[in-house]
């Protein structure tokens, strides 16, 4: 009888710790889930206005967290929205937010099109 309890309580203890470890390893990624949700949503209600005439005023901070750009033409716009040289033709210039959060990185694309 005393083995049959033995076997009993090893496989309850066994299965306890699991329980623990799944907890632990599900908890990190549902914040890492919401995390991401939250920087997404964030940044697709990010609204830039661009009149096509001048700068192109870039935030550099959304809420707590710090944004990133990346010009696919720097020699056009700058990472900092800065007009760095008109083209010769009307150019679609595309700037690509990055935010980096705990666990997660989320990116938005705008394209801007700068008159020659």
Same mark, same amino acid.
């Given at each position: ?32 889930? @919401?995390?991401?949700? =939250?920087? /997404?949503? !964030? ?9 096509? *005439? ?33 083209? @010769?033709?009307?150019? =679609?210039? /595309?700037? !690509? ?9 989320? *990116? ?9």
């Amino acid at each position: 009888m005393r083995k049959k309890q033995k076997r009993i309580l090893i496989i309850a203890l066994i299965i306890l710790i699991f329980g623990i470890v799944a907890t632990l390893i599900t908890i990190p990624l549902v914040k890492n889930n @919401n995390e991401k949700r =939250t920087l /997404k949503d !964030k940044l697709e209600n990010l609204e830039i206005p661009y009149t096509g *005439e001048s700068d192109i005023s870039l935030p550099i901070t959304l809420d707590e967290y710090v944004i990133t750009w990346e010009s696919s033409h720097p020699d056009i716009v700058s990472e900092l929205g800065k007009i760095i040289s008109y083209p @010769n033709s009307d150019t =679609t210039v /595309k700037l !690509k937010a990055t935010i980096i959060g705990s666990r997660t990185k989320v *990116e938005r694309i705008f394209y801007f099109l700068i008159k020659k």
